[in-house]
């Protein structure tokens, strides 16, 4: 398959490390600015936009959002019968539909850890398109079909995710530098503790709740420092903060 990528910054760059496993592939990549690309055979830098539209099947689209309408227009006109995958985020889908009616689209959320290949990765298109693109979305993660507006919504979980995730772990880092140890082995330690749990919890198939009370002794120092988060307010402050910038496009 002749896979292409338009915008290597964070997302295309993980991008073209995750579709690249696969060496009978060859993955087009393209960015207006100048970039760096994975050293894998099979990944080869295209000259211009139009050859890259011009050697690709499957387009993935990975620009910031503020450039993605006038890229969208500039693709258009090499698209007929390519499927483009949209990881722009919140655009909507009927928009490209619009732009670009000559092709198959799928828009997508999913991070940077696509790098993993275990990221979740969120569609919304046809089920005809979905069935296509399944084993390659699979080199990403777990994909799946759903609504435009969950994916829209869950932008902050599943696209930010990382980001709000290492927020909260640099917090379980600090305590660690202020209990004396070095701050890289701190980060290290809680990347661990980190991954092990998410391990933990997607093999033995247990929700949080069920986890939480595996590990919290009656009076013991895990459910005394729970009970000051619930004093605080930690979960509710996380969702509010969340919610508060979301709420305007979970009600459009
Ligand atoms: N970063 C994430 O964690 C993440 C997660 C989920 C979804 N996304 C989505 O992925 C998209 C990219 O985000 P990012 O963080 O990877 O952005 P980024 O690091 O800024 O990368 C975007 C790249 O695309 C290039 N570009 C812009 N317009 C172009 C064009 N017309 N032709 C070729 N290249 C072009 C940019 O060049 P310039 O430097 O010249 O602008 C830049 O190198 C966004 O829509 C975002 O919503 C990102």
Redesign the pocket.
């Known amino acids: 398959m002749n896979i292409g990528i338009?915008?290597?910054?964070?997302?295309?760059y993980a991008l073209s490390v995750a579709l690249s496993k696969k060496k009978v592939d060859i993955i087009n990549v393209?960015?207006?600015?100048s970039?760096k690309i994975p050293k894998f055979k099979n990944i080869i830098r295209a000259d211009s936009?139009a050859s890259l539209m011009k050697n690709s099947d499957v387009i993935f689209v990975?620009?910031?959002?503020a450039?993605?309408e006038?890229?969208f227009e500039?693709i258009s006109f090499n698209a007929k019968g390519k499927t483009i995958v949209s990881?722009?985020?919140l655009?909507p889908y009927a928009k490209i539909s619009q732009q670009i009616p000559s092709a198959k689209i799928c828009k997508i959320?999913?991070?940077?850890a696509v790098e993993t290949r275990k990221a979740p990765v969120l569609a919304y298109c046809s089920k005809e398109i979905f069935e296509d693109l399944k084993e390659l979305l699979k080199r990403l993660g777990d994909p799946y079909l759903t609504d435009e507006k969950v994916v829209d919504a869950l932008v902050p979980i599943v696209?930010?995710g990382?980001?709000l995730f290492a927020y909260f772990l640099d917090s379980l880092s600090q305590y660690i530098v202020l209990a004396g140890i070095e701050k890289d082995v701190a980060d290290r330690i809680v990347s661990l503790m980190a991954y092990s749990t998410s391990n933990y919890i997607i093999k033995n198939n247990i929700d949080f709740h069920a986890l939480i009370k595996k590990v919290t002794t009656p009076s013991g120092i895990t459910i005394k420092i729970l009970q000051e988060f619930d004093k605080r307010t930690i979960k509710g402050n996380i969702v509010d903060s969340i919610y508060s910038k979301m709420e305007n496009y979970l009600k459009s």
């Open positions: 338009i915008g290597i910054g964070n997302m295309g393209y960015d207006r600015s970039y936009l990975a620009v910031k959002p450039d993605a006038k890229l500039e990881l722009v985020a655009y959320m999913s991070s940077i696209g930010s990382p980001a």
